[in-house]
């Protein structure tokens, strides 16, 4: 009965999912709900929706959220349903609200959910940047037990009227825009006593002494974010106090009272200087994050925090250098906008992930850590190659690699530059003609599915047991060579309206492909040397009977063979033991097929309209009784799927 059980949660989870969003009543589909996801039990009994214990529909519940999968609507179906939703707190614990896709439904749908399962609510957050309508402040008071609260409104007087009310808030983040000021911000101290933790988000009017006079009155503050200037708009006249408020607030956060309080600081449109920045980082003996931009004056940025987890910098064209220690350190991005910029040295033992974006001026790139698992690393068009080798050989437990422009013009990476590496991806300013990569952890490799590459002509790859290889957007490709143990699957020119001209494709797979897809291919040379192919997609490719004669000659041990569309073949000889399922839909130009293939199960010929079919060099009739296999006559237009086995498309 218990694997009965689990095996219904995930297949309820599925069906519960599509029918929360349709646009039907969901009373009416109770009793299709239950016949259609029953199981069988271990004792041969039938288990559907009102055999399964409460408990196991809360799990599948939870896999729900309230607002994006319409949950209310469940309570529609049936009593039980019903009692289980209204009861079952932890189910609406947290409200994340995205109106984008259903602004229509927006507003009756958060009201239905504060109305019925207020009480059960802690968290609500709206996604930044999206609409929140005026009226719902008027069903916030009633969440009495609502803790946490991120809305992204300016806070007016009116707001802060409504949110004076509620209490029992002890996390909240403060849209302060032009709007606060020192007093509204001592009036919600004084309403909101329980805050634990707040954010100030562009207060531009807030002054370091309105912070000062608050802090004392919160006792149970733990931690205080300050977002100075963030999204300032710098041709508002006001733009100027804000920019000063914002100075004032930088300098005193040295001071005892608040140091302690400040976990995350962002600072943008502030100007300061090196020393500055270092005294105050210093000072914030909890400081968890700090993000910097849009800083005058700022020549370089030099930090010693012990507390530091992430840290993020854009948009200073002064900053020459960026130099970081910090043992807690996790996160970095150098984004882009840091124009002088030239070297980068990060000493953190505990650093994971690191972006950096060079702005096509960074030279050195030095990083020290035990735990770097994921480096990107784009527009470094100056950078020194030695530097750079150097610092993948330092992190060797690097496993995901995101490459932009470098300073080669071939770049090899071996298996002592990247002894750990299984993801590498080229970005869209890859800038590199040849890539060479021989490595015997790497997996799978990938480009960046939104720009192309114009520079690569040539990739060899070398390595043993490669899970995808997915090469898209490379418009300038000529060669590429794949040399490994086994591969799962590699998939080149998908999704491109443009047709890639390559003079050679060569993989040498020792132990077998699973999946190997072209489309959209002119190949002068195709070269598959394997024990076994499961699959081999060419999909409008031109290629010539002799190249595709030469491809199958090393790789005889073909299971699923696809050259659909190839519409420049006219004789082919196709002789593979293994071979099972063969189509030729849209090969208009082909004339003869001579098939001597034993295991054959189906052979499509949709829209082969002068083709001769021959078996062992005696020309058969095309009628499908007589045929040792199932056949797709020409008149007919049946297309196949990629998969094994192959399945028709849904007309």
């Given at each position: 009965m218990t694997e009965a059980i689990a095996a219904s949660v995930w297949l309820y989870i599925s069906v519960i999912k599509r029918t929360a969003s349709r646009k039907v009543r969901l009373h009416m589909l109770g009793p299709e709900i239950a016949d259609g996801c029953a199981v069988r039990s271990s004792n041969g009994g039938s288990i559907g929706i009102t055999d399964l214990p409460s408990e196991a529909l809360v799990s599948i519940f939870k896999h729900l959220q309230p607002v994006d999968d319409l949950m209310p609507k469940l309570a529609l179906v049936c009593r039980k349903w019903h009692d289980l939703l209204y009861y079952s707190g932890g189910l609406w614990k947290t409200i994340n609200i995205d109106p984008t896709f259903y602004s229509h439904l927006h507003f009756r749908l958060v009201v239905c959910i504060f109305r019925l399962y207020g009480r059960h609510v802690h968290t609500v957050t709206w996604r930044e940047n999206t609409t929140v309508y005026e009226s719902i402040f008027a069903c916030l008071p009633a969440l009495k037990n609502l803790k946490v609260l991120r809305v992204p409104v300016l806070w007016t007087r009116r707001v802060i009227d409504d949110m004076c009310l509620m209490t029992g808030l002890e996390k909240v983040q403060i849209n302060g825009g032009f709007t606060m000021t020192d007093e509204h911000f001592l009036e919600i101290a004084n309403c909101l006593s329980n805050l634990k933790t707040v954010t100030l988000n562009a207060c531009s009017k807030l002054t370091f002494e309105g912070i000062t006079r608050v802090v004392p009155r919160l006792k149970s503050l733990e931690d205080l974010h300050?977002?100075?200037?963030?999204?300032?708009p710098l041709t508002d006249g006001r733009s100027e106090t804000a920019i000063r408020n914002g100075h004032s607030i930088i300098k005193g956060l040295v001071a005892p009272i608040i140091?302690?309080?400040?976990?995350?600081?962002?600072?943008?449109?502030?100007?300061?200087?090196?020393?500055?920045?270092?005294?105050?980082?210093?000072?914030?003996?909890?400081?968890?994050?700090?993000?910097?931009?849009?800083?005058?004056?700022?020549?370089?940025?030099?930090?010693?925090?012990?507390?530091?987890?992430?840290?993020?910098?854009?948009?200073?064209?002064?900053?020459?250098?960026?130099?970081?220690?910090?043992?807690?350190?996790?996160?970095?991005?150098?984004?882009?906008?840091?124009?002088?910029?030239?070297?980068?040295?990060?000493?953190?033992?505990?650093?994971?992930?690191?972006?950096?974006?060079?702005?096509?001026?960074?030279?050195?790139?030095?990083?020290?850590?035990?735990?770097?698992?994921?480096?990107?690393?784009?527009?470094?068009?100056?950078?020194?190659?030695?530097?750079?080798?150097?610092?993948?050989?330092?992190?060797?437990?690097?496993?995901?690699?995101?490459?932009?422009?470098?300073?080669?013009?071939?770049?090899?990476l071996d298996e002592t530059v990247i002894p750990s590496v299984q993801e590498l991806c080229l970005l869209g300013d890859f800038s590199c003609e040849a890539l060479h990569i021989r490595s015997p952890s790497i997996r799978l490799i990938h480009t960046q599915a939104e720009n192309d590459i114009i520079t690569l002509n040539h990739m060899y790859l070398t390595a043993n047991h490669l899970c995808k290889v997915a090469l898209v957007g490379l418009p300038a490709l000529r060669t590429v060579t794949v040399q490994c143990v086994s591969v799962d699957c590699i998939e080149l020119n998908l999704c491109s309206d443009d047709q890639l001209h390559l003079e050679s494709f060569v993989v040498h797979a020792l132990n077998a492909i699973g999946f190997l897809r072209l489309f959209d291919c002119k190949v002068n040379l195709l070269s598959l040397c394997t024990q076994l192919a499961k699959t081999v997609v060419l999909y409008r490719c031109q290629m010539s009977d002799y190249v595709l004669q030469m491809a199958l000659g090393g790789c005889p041990n073909i299971a699923h063979l696809n050259l659909e569309k190839c519409r420049e073949l006219s004789n082919v000889n196709i002789f593979a033991q293994p071979l099972k399922f063969l189509n030729l839909f849209g090969c208009a130009s082909i004339s003869k097929l001579n098939l001597d293939c034993p295991q054959l199960v189906a052979v499509n010929l949709g829209q082969c309209s002068n083709v001769r079919l021959f078996i062992k060099g005696i020309e058969q009739g095309l009628k499908k009784l007589l045929l040792p296999f199932r056949l797709v006559e020409p008149t007919e237009n049946v297309r196949w799927t990629h998969d094994l086995p192959p399945e028709e498309y849904e007309q």
């Open positions: 300050i977002k100075i200037n963030s999204n300032l140091n302690s309080l400040v976990t995350v600081l962002c600072v943008h449109f502030v100007a300061m200087e090196t020393e500055e920045l270092w005294d105050v980082v210093n000072s914030l003996s909890n400081l968890r994050k700090l993000s910097i931009s849009n800083c005058e004056h700022l020549a370089g940025i030099r930090l010693s925090a012990a507390s530091l987890q992430k840290f993020c910098v854009f948009n200073i064209w002064s900053t020459t250098f960026v130099s970081v220690h910090a043992p807690k350190l996790r996160h970095v991005t150098i984004d882009s906008g840091m124009e002088s910029i030239e070297h980068v040295e990060l000493f953190a033992l505990s650093l994971k992930r690191a972006l950096i974006n060079g702005s096509n001026s960074l030279r050195t790139l030095k990083i020290k850590s035990e735990k770097l698992t994921f480096l990107e690393v784009s527009n470094c068009e100056l950078i020194e190659m030695k530097c750079l080798k150097e610092t993948l050989r330092n992190n060797s437990k690097l496993l995901c690699l995101r490459l932009g422009c470098v300073s080669q013009d071939s770049l090899t």
